[in-house]
């Protein structure tokens, strides 16, 4: 009997036996299981610790109020008259952050002067405008 040919016929056999090469794989695989966890490089460091949180200023609120005759309130003071409103909008809108503008309007007040006011607002440069109203009571 040839090597790598059949009883019967003269012909090659041409075919890889993959029992042996199976078998030398899953050995090689045991080996490696086994010897990877024991390969541990790391070096014990006791790190820091820190918090992530960022400082966020709160900017302060201005409290606008136009009563039923028309007269602006700034932060419960009078305002005399549109300039004075102007100014002190130019200096809220440079301070950083910029603060929140909240609107309280009287129910009987006309729109146009509500208006107005976020007009101003505008042109001077406050970008957040709040309106304040009260809930509805039956």
Do not use: C
Request: charged fraction near 25%; hydrophobic fraction near 45%.
């Amino acid at each position: 009997m040839a090597f790598g040919t059949f009883d019967s016929d003269d012909e090659v056999m041409n075919e890889i036996n993959m029992t042996p090469l199976v078998d030398v794989m899953l050995v090689l695989l045991i080996i490696f299981i086994v010897t990877i966890p024991v390969i541990n490089h790391a070096v014990k460091i006791d790190l820091p610790r820190a918090t992530n949180q960022p400082n966020e200023d709160k900017p302060q609120n201005i409290n606008l109020s136009i009563d039923a005759e028309g007269k602006i309130t700034w932060n419960n003071a009078p305002v005399a008259d549109e300039a004075e409103l102007e100014a002190n909008i130019a200096l809220a809108a440079q301070r950083q952050p910029q603060p929140e503008l909240h609107l309280r309007a009287d129910r009987s007040v006309r729109y146009e002067r509500v208006a107005e006011v976020m007009a101003a607002a505008q042109r001077g440069g406050l970008g957040k405008i709040g309106f304040i109203t009260e809930p509805r009571t039956q």
